[in-house]
């Protein structure tokens, strides 16, 4: 049988802090706009109410040697990512 836990406690309107057995974060931001950053990694969301959509991007911790050539196109994609959900958000409600 596996033991699991977890507690997430809401420190702030948009501050959020998780703690699990093997990791812990802290979330800013809304329900549907919002980054987490933890022992993990960092992950960035974003979503569309109600529709369903929406893009996530995640970045593991890595060793510092590696860590600037990751991190130059992550944000770009998360950006793009961000972008196009809006876009399809808009053409959807277009059309219904």
């Known amino acids: 049988m596996a033991i699991r836990f977890r507690r ?4 702030a309107p948009g501050l959020r802090l998780n703690i699990g057995k ?3 974060s ?4 809304p329900k549907n706009l919002g980054a987490t950053f933890g022992t993990t990694g960092r992950t960035y969301s974003a979503s569309i109410p109600g529709t369903g959509l929406g ?5 593991s ?6 860590r600037g050539a990751a991190r130059a196109g992550f944000g ?3 950006i793009f990512g961000v972008a196009g ?3 399809l958000g808009l ?3 277009a059309i219904f």
């Open 26 to 29: 802290v979330r800013l931001g």
């Open 85 to 87: 959900l809006v876009i």
């Open 76 to 78: 770009t994609k998360f």
């Open 8 to 11: 997430s406690l809401k420190i």
């Open 61 to 66: 911790r890595q060793t510092a040697g590696t």
């Open 55 to 59: 893009v996530t991007e995640r970045q």
């Open 22 to 24: 093997r990791s812990a």
């Open 91 to 93: 053409v959807l409600a």
